[in-house]
């Protein structure tokens, strides 16, 4: 089935590491997105990229970084430099719009929760 | 509506009543809007949507109504049902950037469904 894999699950990690989160797709989608969500609060950008071998800052990047080599894959890395970065970390993907055929649907993975120790 | 701080507006309803959850958003710009449900642990799910040039949206059990002029977006669920229980993003996309899905979320509200 179609769709968008996260892993893993469940991270933890000790202050002053870097954690590298995978997230892939089979949706043949050319767009992909790291949302951060904390407690009670609603989602916000960390990074999207809209076509292979580019990407973008969100609303909240410092302390991230992230690759877009494939299609298929948009991994994440929190860095020591993210200073709060326990947290459910969410990955999505979009189509291109193409004509009259434009929807800003978000196809969501299962996320991630990081917990640093 | 929106939650202020980090206390989610909540929602308690009896099982086969119908929900309304509210959302207000803050770009008069937004040409699109989504609503998302959110299982505890879950990556959020979509609802509905609409376009800005419309003002109701039906789909199974649930209708997403836009009032562009209080900037004031809802979701109606009909005959809720337990599973229903969740938390509902609505989410908007401002008009003039890319159609790439790059959202901006509320804060969500909390739909707990009593059997």
């Known amino acids: 089935d179609g769709g968008i894999t996260q892993s893993p699950k469940y991270l933890f990690r000790k202050e002053g590491q870097n954690v590298t989160l995978s997230c892939e797709q089979n949706?043949?989608?050319?767009?992909m997105y790291w949302y951060r969500q904390d407690p009670g609060q609603g989602l916000r950008l960390i990074y999207y990229?809209?076509?292979?071998?580019?990407?973008q800052k969100g609303d909240i990047a410092e302390g991230y970084s992230v690759s877009r080599e494939k299609k298929e894959s948009f991994p994440l890395t929190v860095t020591s430099a993210q200073k709060n970065p326990t947290a459910f970390y969410l990955c999505?993907?979009?189509?291109?719009?193409?004509?009259?055929?434009?929807?800003?649907?978000?196809?969501f993975g299962e996320g991630s929760r990081l917990t640093v120790l | 509506g929106e939650s202020v701080g980090l206390h989610l507006p909540t929602l308690s309803v009896q099982e086969g009543d119908n929900s309304i959850i509210n959302c207000a958003y803050s770009?008069?710009?937004?040409?699109?809007f989504i609503w998302y449900k959110q299982e505890s642990g879950k990556g959020p799910q979509f609802i509905i949507d609409?376009?800005?040039?419309?003002d109701k949206r039906q789909g199974q059990r649930v209708t997403v109504l836009l009032n562009k002029t209080v900037k004031h977006l809802s979701l109606q669920i009909a005959a809720t049902q337990p599973g229903d229980s969740a938390v509902y993003f609505c989410?908007?996309?401002?008009?003039?950037?890319?159609?790439?899905?790059?959202?901006?979320f509320g804060q969500g509200t909390i739909l707990t469904v009593h059997p």
């Open positions: 989410a908007e996309r401002s008009a003039g950037g890319t159609s790439y899905g790059k959202l901006t």
């Open positions: 999505a993907s979009s189509r291109r719009s193409t004509g009259d055929v434009d929807t800003g649907e978000l196809f």
């Open positions: 770009n008069s710009a937004s040409d699109y």
């Open positions: 609409i376009r800005s040039n419309m």
């Open positions: 949706l043949n989608h050319d767009a």
């Open positions: 990229s809209q076509i292979v071998n580019d990407f």
